[in-house]
């Protein structure tokens, strides 16, 4: 079942609707941050400035589309007005993987890029509370439901762009690489089409450093079900560092001043994919951790201007 909402009219004024960071999901930055004093004052500052309200384009479509019969397992379509086949972008939101986060945290950037002619599918899974590998399975299973979705016919297949923040990178990385995954493993035997480009947003790039440095309190063990040493094939199918190259052009945007998500994690992952032969690279901006979520940012002007790729 479906349910859409359509913003009436052809004008270009904008419409406001709610607060994508409702207060339930900001008190829980407080508990996912896990990351000492640093942390917490990041986390605390995030509430001060959280992700603006989205600023819906007059003529755009959003259409709710489950792939499950679960709670979390849906997405949702943003449609320009514009004619197709349009580009289209796959976002994928973060949260350490933790419960408490929903695809609305992306509301705000799914509302920008809709409005410059995007398609935009905008996906939720089930969280790492949920047993390996719940989360990989329905993050591959939303990408999947591109192939027969509602709007299937409306988007081009040579121009998809997968885009991820936080751990939500992590996902987008992992989609580039599923073709690399060994039959059996949670993803493998991919549906929907292969991405054009990946841009993670402060990703969490390298899960084995992740786990081991307990980046957002341990959430990295929380979704793998252990420790590297404890389950070291499930790191080798779900740690995007292990699964290059590729072959999908990727582009990492993170700030240096970054507290929830170090820069490293980003600089470890450009290092080995470039080294393995894949085309990727690194642009720092300004800000820490939430400006991902705000299109008026540094952080979100870089997207929009790795997205050129799949303009035309």
């Known amino acids: 079942m479906c349910a859409a909402v359509t913003a009436p009219g052809d004008a270009p004024r904008l419409a406001q609707v709610a607060n994508p960071l409702t207060r339930r999901k900001a008190l829980g930055v407080l508990g996912a941050a896990g990351a000492g004093v640093v942390g917490l004052a990041a986390a605390v500052r995030s509430l001060a400035n ?37 580009p289209l972008v796959v976002l994928v939101h973060g949260g350490y993987w933790r419960p408490g986060y929903d695809l609305s945290l992306e509301d705000a950037v799914a509302a920008d890029l809709s409005a410059r002619g995007f398609l935009v599918w905008n996906m939720d899974y089930r969280a790492s509370s949920e047993p390996w590998p719940a989360t990989l399975l329905d993050v591959a299973a939303c990408y999947d439901v591109l192939a027969t979705g509602r709007y299937a016919d409306r988007f081009d297949p040579e121009r998809v762009a997968v885009v991820g923040h936080s751990a939500g990178g992590q996902l987008a990385l992992w989609l580039a690489s599923r073709d690399r995954l060994p039959a059996g493993a949670p993803g493998a035997g991919r549906r929907g089409p292969v991405p054009s480009l990946v841009v993670a947003q402060a990703p969490v790039a390298s899960l084995a450093d992740g786990a081991r440095e307990r980046l957002g309190g341990g959430a990295v063990t929380a979704l793998v079900g252990g420790s590297p040493e404890q389950v070291p094939a499930r790191y080798a199918a779900v740690d995007p560092v292990a699964l290059l190259p590729t072959g999908v052009p990727t582009v990492l945007v993170h700030a240096p001043r970054d507290n929830l998500v170090p820069i490293r994690q980003s600089e470890t992952y450009v290092a080995a994919a470039t080294a393995a032969g894949d085309d990727s690279r690194l642009v720092r901006v300004a800000g820490s951790h939430f400006e991902h979520l705000d299109p008026t940012s540094a952080a979100c002007a870089e997207l929009r201007r790795a997205l050129d790729r799949i303009r035309t």
Do not use: I, K, N, S
């Open 50 to 86: 959280p992700a603006p309200r989205p600023r819906v384009a007059e003529g755009t479509t959003r259409l709710v589309e489950p792939y499950g019969e679960l709670p979390g397992q849906e997405g949702e379509w943003w449609v320009p007005a514009t004619p197709g086949p349009l």
